[in-house]
């Protein structure tokens, strides 16, 4: 008989929780690692930033092994800015960054924004694929990213559902 993994589950954390840290902490070292140093890693987060109004972090548990993260926060006025999104590399292929995206893409609506912006870089392949998969288009960078040349910065209109 086939044992069944359990399943994913998607609750929202305190940033400065332990699980929480170490996927953050996991992403910066993958992202420092890919990019041979050249970067910092942190991609402009600190856990405070999804402590106010209108933000929010997310992990997703395979049983209690916390395997996925991703936040957003206030960027602008109506604009959700979408952070941190990492998969664990032993539980990526399995649908769960489409999950926790479109988890943030709700929690975003639902906190009064129509519009969420997010940076990746060109090494993040998947992370392309999937952005561009669910409807973010390229934009010109902005903010903190406008003139760097290595940053690539999507948008996505958030469409009520009701």
Known sequence: ??????????????????????????????????????????????PEDVLVPGSGFLVGRVGDRAVACGAFRPLAPGIAEIKRMFVARDHRGRGYSKRILTTLERLARESGYTT???????????????????????????????????????????VSTG
Do not use: W
């Open 116 to 158: 969420v912006r997010l940076e990746t870089r060109p090494k993040q392949t998947a992370a392309i694929s999937l952005y561009e998969g669910l409807g973010y288009v390229r934009i010109a960078n902005y903010g903190m990213y406008a003139g760097r040349d290595g940053c690539l910065c999507y948008e996505k209109a958030l």
């Open 1 to 46: 008989m086939l044992q069944q993994s359990p399943p994913f589950e998607i609750s929202l954390v305190d940033a400065r929780e332990p699980e929480a840290a170490d996927l953050i902490r996991a992403m910066t070292e993958e992202i420092r690692a890919t990019y041979d140093h050249k970067i910092d890693g942190h991609g402009h987060f600190k």
